[in-house]
């Protein structure tokens, strides 16, 4: 070979050396980062907000912190679906009517107000109006300084370091706590109990920290009860303003507080009491597993604990594709944490009536403000649905949810306090007549702190008297005696109620235990 066909060849090396070295160069620059396929497919539907949430990737991967990529990868994976719910009211027509509350000076004044809505429009449910998707919106910035300052409550005091790093990422990490607007809260909770921390005489007493924070708490926020009646979650900024809220909203400042100390606590709440209307959200301690209870002001059948992450195992992802999930059992982020207050007990029941179409699921209901809400799923098995850790002492009704309605799906039990199941089917024992004393037996009330005793009715008031057969059926109306109305030839073993007409309907339903009105 001549040199000039060396120096060819050799130049055509060179040339190509370069150029496949070019190339591979390119693509190791222009292919994105690899993660994850769950993260991978989260980043997608960020849309043009990707950028921001891998800018924190990123920033945690070149860091060399593995914890704390682990934390973001963690958060991240479970934000679909988290963010700011706007809520609105609607007709039964999905009609909007707007309504504020807080336009008015009490929540008596409110009240009046929607009742007059109500005569014009008909029964008015909240509804959601507009919700702001936390992958659409949130900052790199954000996310990187709520993910710093959670390590730093975690790893900077004695009585949080034991806390494992699941249960950390669940209740100590996340940067919200129901669907309030997002706030930064954690760096104003972390500065402003810095010299709480430094005072506390022994570092290990976590409860006579936590006892402080929640002193200062509530010395910020009281409930009112108007906040029923504003159904859209309260933003951090939005409390520390107003001072007042309804109890999911005092239940998220404390929550803010607490973790922003390295105290692990969760919400916890019962869709629907048992024993009398209304629901109730809760602050509760937890220890290093994650585990914990508070004390009862009512009787719960179902008590969950909300979570940062999906939960697999829960309805909406278990449904046939065209199953309607009841409001509060379709949420995606919650565990069933009943056991861990109560007694509890499995329930089996037989399925007596058709299942809808479409129908995977079958439901337990408790009775709350004059109708049947779903507390409990569980899978139907050929014929029967086997509910698990149900609280005791409580009325059931079990049942489908096929187009927004309630559908029965068996006879009424009755779960009694020491487990015991009974069907409520009538009886041919009947008493000829039975006084039956018209109180709303309400326990105490849990966002007020104090005990409502039960209120006698005004004489001269109209009430209705009803017994359950598949439905209520009246029994006719009569105007209350002596604070009382008198039903006649009663059956034991069946379930009845008497409720004012046109009232609020929160008098309770009750059974006939020896000659007398049990209410439940």
């Not at 408790?366 to 409990?376: L, Q």
């Not at 098995?381 to 079990?398: E, H, I, K, N, Q």
């Given at each position: 070979m001549t040199r000039e066909q060396k120096n060819s060849l050799f130049r055509w090396i060179i040339f190509t050396v370069i150029l496949v070295s070019g190339s591979n160069f390119c693509l190791s620059c222009s292919r994105p980062p690899r993660w994850p396929v769950k993260i991978e497919e989260v980043l997608k539907l960020a849309g043009n907000n990707r950028p921001e949430l891998e800018r924190v990737l990123l920033h945690y991967r070149h860091s060399g912190d593995r914890q704390k990529l682990e934390a973001a990868m963690f958060l991240i994976e479970h934000m679909p679906d988290h963010g700011f719910v706007e809520a609105s009211f609607y007709t039964e027509q999905k009609k909007e009517v707007p309504f504020e509350a807080l336009d008015y000076g009490s929540f008596e004044e409110a009240l009046q107000a929607l009742d007059v809505l109500e005569k014009q429009h008909?029964?008015?449910?909240?509804?959601?109006?507009?919700?702001?998707?936390?992958?659409?919106?949130?900052?790199?910035?954000?996310?990187?300084?709520?993910?710093?300052?959670?390590?730093?409550?975690?790893q900077s005091h004695v009585w949080s370091k034991n806390i494992s790093f699941t249960t950390f990422c669940e209740y100590v990490l996340p940067y919200r706590c129901s669907n309030e607007p997002l706030g930064k809260w954690r760096r104003f909770m972390t500065s402003h109990f810095e010299q709480n921390r430094q005072s506390m005489p022994d570092q290990l007493d976590r409860e006579a920290l936590s006892t402080q924070i929640e002193q200062t708490v509530n010395s910020w926020i009281t409930f009112d009860d108007i906040f029923y009646l504003h159904p859209t979650d309260q933003s951090f900024e939005e409390m520390m303003a107003r001072k007042k809220g309804r109890c999911e909203d005092i239940s998220n400042l404390l929550t803010y507080a607490m973790r922003s100390n390295g105290i692990v606590v969760a919400s916890d709440y019962t869709p629907a009491w048992a024993n009398r209307d209304n629901n109730h959200a809760w602050t509760v301690y937890l220890d290093e597993a994650g585990r914990g209870s508070a004390p009862l002001a009512n009787i719960a059948a179902k008590i969950y604990r909300k979570t940062y992450s999906q939960q697999p195992t829960n309805p909406v992802f278990l449904k046939n594709a065209r199953e309607e999930i009841?409001?509060?059992?379709?949420?995606?982020?919650?565990?069933?944490?009943?056991?861990?207050?109560?007694?509890?007990?499995?329930?089996?029941?037989?399925?007596?009536?058709?299942?809808?179409?479409?129908?995977?699921?079958?439901?337990?209901?408790?009775?709350?403000?004059?109708?049947?809400?779903?507390?409990?799923?569980?899978?139907?098995?050929?014929?029967?649905?086997?509910?698990?850790?149900?609280?005791?002492?409580?009325?059931?009704?079990?049942?489908?949810?096929?187009?927004?309605?309630?559908?029965?799906?068996?006879?009424?039990?009755?779960?009694?306090?020491n487990g015991a199941i009974r069907r409520l089917t009538g009886s041919d024992l009947t008493q000829p007549s039975l006084r039956v004393p018209i109180t709303n037996?309400?326990?105490?009330?849990?966002?007020?702190?104090?005990?409502?005793?039960?209120?006698?009715?005004?004489?001269?008031?109209?009430?209705?008297?009803?017994?359950?057969?598949?439905?209520?059926?009246?029994?006719?109306?009569?105007?209350?005696?002596?604070?009382?109305?008198v039903l006649t030839h009663v059956q034991e073993n069946r379930l009845y109620w008497v409720s004012e007409v046109d009232g609020r309907k929160n008098e309770r339903i009750f059974t006939i235990e020896d000659e007398r009105p049990r209410f439940w």
């Open positions: 008909g029964t008015l449910q909240s509804g959601r109006k507009k919700f702001v998707e936390d992958l659409g919106v949130i900052t790199a910035d954000f996310l990187m300084e709520n993910i710093d300052l959670a390590f730093l409550n975690w009841p409001p509060w059992l379709k949420g995606k982020t919650y565990i069933d944490v009943t056991a861990q207050y109560l007694p509890t007990t499995d329930i089996s029941i037989t399925l007596t009536e058709p299942v809808p179409e479409q129908s995977r699921f079958a439901y337990l209901c408790v009775f709350n403000g004059g109708e049947w809400v779903p507390i409990a799923a569980s899978l139907i098995s050929g014929a029967t649905a086997t509910f698990t850790s149900m609280g005791r002492g409580v009325v059931y009704l079990p049942a489908f949810f096929a187009k927004e309605e309630i559908v029965v799906a068996a006879a009424i039990v009755i779960l009694d306090e037996p309400q326990a105490s009330d849990p966002d007020k702190n104090q005990t409502t005793a039960a209120v006698p009715v005004q004489t001269d008031k109209v009430y209705e008297c009803y017994f359950w057969d598949k439905s209520w059926v009246s029994l006719g109306r009569q105007t209350a005696i002596d604070q009382g109305v």
